[in-house]
Structures are given as C-alpha cells and as structure tokens.
T-cell receptor, first 114, second 118 residues
Framework: DGGITQSPKYLFRKEGQNVTLSCEQN?????MYWYRQDPGQGLRLIYYSQIVNDFQKGDIAEGYSVSREKKESFPLTVTSAQKNPTAFYLC?????????????FGDGTRLSIL | AQTVTQSQPEMSVQEAETVTLSCTYDTSESNYYLFWYKQPPSRQMILVIR??????QNATENRFSVNFQKAAKSFSLKISDSQLGDTAMYFCAFMKLGGQGGSEKLVFGKGTKLTVNP
C-alpha cells in the first residue's frame, strides 16, 4: 500500500546538535510539506516543496533546513539555531496539482531535548 | 493571510448523540477548499471531509456532514450517532487554490478536543 513513512518515531537532541527527520513517500506525489505541532497551537507549516530540487519557506522556517533531491524524500534538519525544538513533527504530501487533492500525512516524529 | 478559528478547545458528547464542532475562517479569496481532519491519540492525521467553496451543497461522508456558510465564512462539522472511536482532536483547515506557485498549502485551526463518553 502507498503511504508516507516518517522515521524515527521518537528522537532526542542534545544541546548544540543538528538532527534530521526522515520522510519518504511512495504515492508519486509532487508536493511535500513539513509541519510542527505544539500543544494548543495546531499545525504550523515549516517548509514545503512543490517539485524536486525546489522548496519554499513556510511560516516558521527559522532554525530548520530541508532538501528535495528525490521525489520520494523530503528530510527535515532541525539545527542548533532552533532554540525550542521540542514538538511533534508531521510530514505530508499531495499531488501538487491543486485539484481537490488533500494532503496525506505520515505518523509523525516526536522530538525532545535531552 | 488566511486565518482559521476554532472557538471550542474541548467538547464532549454521549455515545450515539450528535455533536457540532465550529470553525470560522477569514480570507479574501473566492476559490478555496475547506477540510476537517481528525487526529486520534495515535497522532495520525486522517481526512474526515472536504468542501469546495464553489459548491453550495454541503458535503456529507456517512455520519459526518458540514454546514458551509460561505458568506458568513463558517464551516461547522456535525457528527451524528457519535461512536467511542470518534474521540480525537479535530482540526479545521483552509486551502487556497491557484495563484503563483500553486502549492496546496493548508492553514489549520488550533483544534477541538472531542471526547465521546459511553
């Protein structure tokens, strides 16, 4: 079955350390997204990519970086510049064709600070 | 910029009864979609129902239906015959269509925590 796989499910970061969250999809979707979820805040967009080798900042991109070298993969790096990284991170994808196609979500990664 | 407001942080309902979750949004766009997503304790985001703004008819998916009032910018979700498995966070989301880039970015509300009691 097609879907979105996020790994790891749980991740711990030390102070000053960069960590990378993985997101892989086999839905043949062009567009991919990263969201951050904090309690009481809903989901906020970090970065999105409409096509390979292209990506755009979302609403809260500071302290994060992404790459889109393959259609299937959209890894998110939480850098040491992100001072409050503890959150639940969700990856999503969509066809990118804007015609009544909703986003599909992965199961998420919970990032905590050691 | 678009905003989505869910004014009910928490709600509860008895099993088999009906409950309505509220959502309002602010936009100057005329062409857009609205969604309700469900997030159970497993944290997976599941699409419940969607509505195209150009359609006057309210969307329905089994026990889930919406009341879409475009002029009032309101998009409420009604759950009929509530089941224990409906216990979850429910998020209302807005998606603008077209424009430069064309990416289907979602703007989410802060969510409503629904508890279905036996």
């Amino acid at each position: 079955d097609g879907g979105i796989t996020q790994s790891p499910k749980y991740l711990f970061r030390k102070e000053g350390q960069n960590v990378t969250l993985s997101c892989e999809q086999n839905l043949n979707h062009d567009a991919m997204y990263w969201y951050r979820q904090d309690p009481g805040q809903g989901l906020r967009l970090i970065y999105y990519s409409q096509i390979v080798n292209d990506f755009q900042k979302g609403d809260i991109a500071e302290g994060y970086s992404v790459s889109r070298e393959k259609k299937e993969s959209f890894p998110l790096t939480v850098t040491s510049a992100q001072k409050n990284p503890t959150a639940f991170y969700l990856c999503a994808s969509s066809t990118g064709q804007g015609v009544n196609q909703p986003q599909h979500f992965g199961d998420g990664t919970r990032l905590s600070i050691l | 910029a678009q905003t989505v407001t869910q004014s009910q942080p928490e709600m509860s309902v008895q099993e088999a009864e009906t409950v309505t979750l509220s959502c309002t949004y602010d936009t100057s766009e005329s062409n857009y979609y609205l969604f309700w997503y469900k997030q159970p304790p497993s944290r997976q985001m599941i699409l419940v129902i969607r509505q195209e703004a150009y359609k006057q008819q309210n969307a329905t998916e089994n026990r889930f239906s919406v009341n879409f009032q475009k002029a009032a910018k309101s998009f409420s979700l009604k759950i009929s015959d509530s089941q224990l498995g409906d216990t979850a966070m429910y998020f209302c989301a807005f998606m603008k269509l077209g424009g430069q880039g064309g990416s289907e970015k979602l703007v989410f509300g802060k969510g409503t925590k629904l508890t279905v009691n036996p």
